[in-house]
């Protein structure tokens, strides 16, 4: 399968500071890719869908100003988590999908967690 | 609304049985049912399936689809303790976000 890639894998950081989370597609073009976030033995939680070039979609109850996504090529998008408080802490784990748009294709993930 | 039922929601078995995880579905333009094992990290791509009646096999990993009755089923044959993990089911209409079922919670016991 194809293969997508996510920086960082773990990130710890201060109550107030800011995080960003890249998602890079290494090997295909992702027309498409998903944010979710999943906290222990839960289900993934869609929290923002972003096309190339246009502004992501969010999920009701997910606060665009404080999880920014950025999609500014085919093969990278960026979620920052801004001003960043515990309740924040979360297995973060982004998806794309390609030109072909049925298969859909899971980061491993980004574990953050906010002191 | 769109939908997507597994069961069960958790297994328990022992090595060398085999397994039946079940997903039905209720979707407006179907495109697509993905099958995803996730362990600790993030899930990883088992399965496509578009049409009916193909089976797609992996080692012992298999799935098949019904579109008529609309449901899939997974497929471990002789489990062994690493097929331990959520087993998730989704289905794609396209362009549109996978709708993703609550998984199945497979333990393998020794």
């Known amino acids: 399968g194809a293969v997508v890639s996510q920086h960082p894998s773990r990130v710890i950081c201060k109550s107030g500071t800011s995080v960003k989370i890249e998602c890079r597609s290494l090997d295909f073009q992702a027309t498409t890719m998903f944010w979710y976030r999943q906290f222990p033995k839960k289900s993934l939680m869609l929290m923002a869908t972003?096309?190339?070039?246009?502004?992501?979609?969010?999920e009701q109850g997910v606060e665009k100003d404080k999880f920014l996504i950025n999609h500014a090529s085919l093969t990278l998008s960026t979620l920052t988590v801004t001003s960043a408080h515990p309740e924040d802490s979360s297995f973060y784990i982004c998806s794309a999908r390609g030109l072909a748009d049925n298969e859909q294709f899971f980061g491993p993930g980004t574990r953050l967690t906010v002191l | 609304e769109d939908k997507v039922v597994q069961s069960p929601l958790s297994l328990v078995v022992h090595e060398g049985d085999t397994v039946t995880l079940n997903c039905s579905y209720e979707v407006t333009n179907f495109r697509s049912l993905l099958w995803y094992k996730q362990e600790k990290k993030a899930p990883t791509f088992l399965f496509m399936l578009?049409?009916?009646?193909i089976e797609k096999k992996s080692g012992r990993l298999s799935s098949i689809l019904d579109k008529k009755e609309l449901f899939s089923i997974l497929n471990i044959t002789a489990t062994q303790t690493g097929d331990s993990a959520v087993y998730l089911c989704a289905v794609s209409s396209g362009n549109t976000p996978l709708v993703f079922g609550k998984g199945t919670r497979l333990s393998v016991i020794a």
């Open positions: 578009t049409s009916s009646g």
């Open positions: 972003s096309n190339e070039g246009s502004k992501a979609t969010y």
